[in-house]
T-cell receptor
Framework: DVKVTQSSRYLVKRTGEKVFLECVQDMDHENMFWYRQDPGLGLRLIYF???????EKGDIPEGYSVSREKKERFSLILESASTNQTSMYLCASSLGTLPYEQYFGPGTRLTVT | AQSVTQPDIHITVSEGASLELRCNYS??????LFWYVQSPGQGLQLLLKYFSGDTLVQGIKGFEAEFKRSQSSFNLRKPSVHWSDAAEYFC????????????FGGGTRVLVKP
């Protein structure tokens, strides 16, 4: 079974803090994704990576950056957290170059106060 | 670019009754279609997927979905709902031209009445 883990289930940070969310997958998947989930808006893609050190912007990259130094690990960084970044953050991974199924971690609920 | 619409934000169904969740997509070529379920506080779990072939797809937990090209739809069904089916359901579409990305619908929250 594919396992995707995220570093925290719940996180509370203050406005202006730098925030790191980490995601690890154990199935040697090439692709990794970061989404944010807000009520009524579904999942929106922030960034994704199709290989080590490679990244592409998703639909809502503003205010975020990412890092992928190892194949199994994909980090989402909020350089200066703001209250409008309070959300559920989901990490996912998938195999290959086609739109195959993505496997999701349990999510991190981030609150910025 | 592809898009996905789930017209129903909330659905309430009685335990034992049938359930159908609607999903409409917009994409010119044959899409890759998925249904995921999210239980409260959890990540998303894949229920079923359609890439090609038989348009009626069986998934886990007794769910099935039917791809109808003429209607650009991929509706999810379950003949008899259990209380544990209360969750949020997401339809997603992928396109070969878009590489490995998926586009998700806004979700449908299912409430199950005893």
């Amino acid at each position: 079974d594919v396992k995707v883990t995220q570093s925290s289930r719940y996180l509370v940070k203050r406005t202006g803090e730098k925030v790191f969310l980490e995601c690890v997958q154990d199935m040697d998947h090439e692709n990794m994704f970061w989404y944010r989930q807000d009520p009524g808006l579904g999942l929106r893609l922030i960034y994704f990576s199709y290989d080590v050190k490679m990244k592409e912007k998703g639909d809502i990259p503003e205010g975020y950056s990412v890092s992928r130094e190892k194949k199994e690990r994909f980090s989402l960084i909020l350089e200066s957290a703001s209250t409008n970044q309070t959300s559920m953050y989901l990490c996912a991974s998938s195999l290959g170059t086609l739109p195959y199924e993505q496997y999701f971690g349990p999510g991190t609920r981030l609150t910025v106060t | 670019a592809q898009s996905v619409t789930q017209p129903d934000i909330h659905i309430t169904v009685s335990e034992g009754a049938s359930l159908e969740l609607r999903c409409n997509y917009s994409y010119g070529a044959t899409p890759y279609l998925f249904w995921y379920v999210q239980s409260p506080g959890q990540g998303l779990q894949l229920l079923l997927k359609y890439f090609s072939g038989d348009t009626l797809v069986q998934g886990i937990k007794g769910f099935e979905a039917e791809f109808k090209r003429s209607q650009s739809s991929f509706n999810l069904r379950k003949p008899s709902v259990h209380w544990s089916d209360a969750a949020e359901y997401f339809c997603a579409v992928g396109a070969q031209a878009a590489g490995n990305k998926l586009t998700f619908g806004g979700g449908t929250r299912v409430l199950v009445k005893p």
